[in-house]
């Protein structure tokens, strides 16, 4: 990957460096953030003799506040239509290549029956921006999701909406919303985005959704074609003003059929370096290990879950569908069934030290407050 991180490959030991990244990671750990020109000194020297000791000081302020705990969420795709360009997505408007599907309510509302008996109590309704999927039809699962399991969460990530829309959806039983502002730089959202998609209305959303009450998630890309120190450090600026209950952090991976198909993919230790900052940045939030990493290589969710990570999606949707929502190459989907893989992971999860929670799992400021 480029030369944001120039240093993250570099084994030797230079005692200056290391030295000085180490005492700004524990400077960022006890003040909570650290003036722009400290955090790109860490971005630009950190090698991997240091990440360990990073890698440490996250988990710790994971453990403070969630203890070994990894929330499992049941994420369901629900449709890979979209009227949006992003040049990084493979299933962006602009794509003809690809076979578009939408699931119906009921398909739906058995892919959260399927989770509930599974024992997920979260369910992460994901896809494109999808102008069919209207708010009525969301609004009429939701309350029948909510009907059946009360004892549950409900998480939309379905992109770019009106104020309205969120209230509406809001009322209907959604609980959480993930919307990843994708970068904090408007340059760099430029770079990444055709002219009819706008910074400022990602970043407007955002605030739509606090103000309609929803546990909120953002978070970017790691690698991402023309993304900069100083943009990921804008990145870390606005995860610490914004404060979100959630951060979706993963590697930028191409996909053929896009504009970005010759750009090479985000790297694992950048990508990790970024949630453990994420996670010092911003103590309490619930931040997932992405499938994305997992895609970039085998075992890198696992390493996120110790380096401040505390979520895991696997992908509960129709087995039929979860190669079609191909957002970027070699995507991995789940070949077990569902009952085989939960007792695989389960077991995986138990061996490496973590509490299995299928629980709502609210972000810790807001559990009992339902
Ligand atoms: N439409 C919704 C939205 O815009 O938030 C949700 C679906 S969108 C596909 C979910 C996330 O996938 C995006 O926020 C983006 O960060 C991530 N994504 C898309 N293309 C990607 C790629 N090529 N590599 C890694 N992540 C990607």
Partial sequence: MK???PRINNTTLDIKKNTRVISLINELKVKGILPIEELKYIIENISQNECQELF???????????????????????SNYCKQGCFYCGINRDNKSIKR??????QIFDSVKNAYNLGYRTFVLQGGDDPLLSDEFIADILIKIKNIYPDTRITLSLGEKSQESYDKLKIAGADRYLLRHETASFKHYMHLHPRDMFYDNRIKCLHYLRGSKYQVGTGMMIGSPFQTSDSLVSDLMFLY????????????????DTPFKDYSDGGLYETLVMVAL????????????TTALGSIISGGRELALKAGANVLMPNLGPEDKRELYSIYDNKITISDSDNEFKTKLEN???KEGHIVDYSVGDHIDLEGVK
């Fill in 3 to 5: 030369s944001i991180f």
């Fill in 278 to 289: 994420a996670r010092i940045i911003v103590p309490k939030a619930l931040i997932p290990a």
């Fill in 241 to 256: 003003k914004f404060q979100p209950e959630m951060i979706g952090i993963g590697p930028f991976i191409h996909h053929h």
């Fill in 56 to 78: 440490y000081i996250a988990n710790m302020v994971k453990e403070k506040y969630y203890k070994k705990k990894v929330y499992l969420r049941a994420l369901i795709e629900v």
């Fill in 348 to 350: 995986k999860l138990i």
């Fill in 101 to 106: 599907y939408r699931l119906s309510s009921s």
